[in-house]
C-alpha cells in the first residue's frame, strides 16, 4: 500500500515542473483512422496519437479514412472529418486561432466565449459566441457552409460581417452570402452526435477546481475518485491506481515537442494529471 501512495503521489506532484507551458497546448482527445501532425519545427509528417500536444504552427490532417478530435486549453472541442486539414495558427490565454485548410469541422463550446476563438476558412472567418455547437465546411467548389445548431457565430468574409444563428446556415461564395436553414442530419453530424458530453457525467462537479481544469471535470469523474491524504490533502487517484502493479510513465513516450521533452500518456484520463498535476 506504501508503495502505491508513492507511486500515486510521484503522478501528481511532479509532473508540473517538466510542463510548465501546458495551458498553451491543446492535445488530441480522440483519433480513429490514419491521423498524421506535422510539427512547426519539421517539415515531416508522422503518426499522430492520443493526448499528443499540439502547439501553435503545428498542423493535423487526416487521411481517407481517419477523423480526430482537438480540445482546446478554453474547453471547446473541434473534431475533424475524414481529408481534413487544421493548421493551428495561435493559442494563447486570450485568443485561439485555428485555420481549416480543408474538410469538415465540428465545435463544440461548453460556456460563453466572448471574442476568443477564431476559425479561419479561405477568406472567411467565423468568430462563434455564447454556448455554442456548429459544424463548417470547406467545400470543394470553393464555398464555405457554417451550420448553426446552438449559440450563434459571427461569419466575415470580403469586408461583410453576418450574425448567423441557431437554425440557421450560410453559405458565402465569391461574391455573395446566403442564409438557408439547416440541412437533414447526415452521418458525419450523426457521428458528432454520438461523441461523449464532456462533464456530462452525472455527479459531476468542478467546484474546487483550478480554471484550467473546469474543462475536465467530468473526464477525472469518469476514470477515478478524489480521495484525502493528511500530507497532502484533496488528490485525485486513477481507477488503475487500484492495482498495486500500476506506476506512471508507463503507457506511454516521451517525445520532443517543441524543443521540449514531454510525456504523452497513452491512458485516455493521461493528458489531465500529467500536464496540469500538483
Known sequence: MRSLISALLLLLTLIIPGFAGA????????????????????????????????GEGDSVWSEAD??????????????????????????????HQLHLASGRMYVVSPRELGASLQIDVDDTTVL??????????????GVEDVS????????ESRGQRT????????????????????????????WNSLRPRRNSFKGTSDQGLPAELRPYA??????????????FGMVWRPIEAADTSWVPYQAGRWILIHNEYQWVGM????????????
Open 23 to 54: 495551458d498553451t497546448f491543446a492535445r488530441i482527445s480522440h483519433l480513429e483512422g490514419d491521423v498524421q501532425i506535422r510539427f512547426s519545427d519539421s517539415d515531416e509528417w508522422q503518426p499522430a496519437s492520443l493526448n499528443l500536444p499540439v
Open 218 to 231: 467530468g473526464e477525472l469523474s469518469a476514470h477515478g475518485s478524489w480521495i484525502v491524504l493528511p500530507e
Open 128 to 141: 462563434p459566441f455564447g454556448r455554442s455547437r456548429m459544424r463548417i465546411d470547406a467545400l470543394p467548389n
Open 163 to 190: 450574425t448567423v444563428r441557431a437554425g440557421d446556415q450560410i453559405l458565402v461564395e465569391e461574391a455573395s452570402t446566403t442564409i438557408l436553414g439547416l440541412n437533414a442530419a447526415d452521418e458525419w453530424e450523426r
Open 148 to 155: 448553426i445548431f446552438n449559440g450563434g457565430a459571427y461569419v
Open 267 to 278: 491512458e485516455t484520463w493521461g493528458w489531465i494529471p500529467y500536464h496540469y498535476g500538483r
Open 66 to 95: 481517419g477523423r480526430f478530435e482537438l480540445e482546446l486549453p478554453n474547453g471547446v472541442v473541434a473534431r475533424f472529418d475524414h481529408s481534413s486539414q487544421l493548421d493551428l495558427i495561435r493559442l494563447s490565454d486570450e485568443h
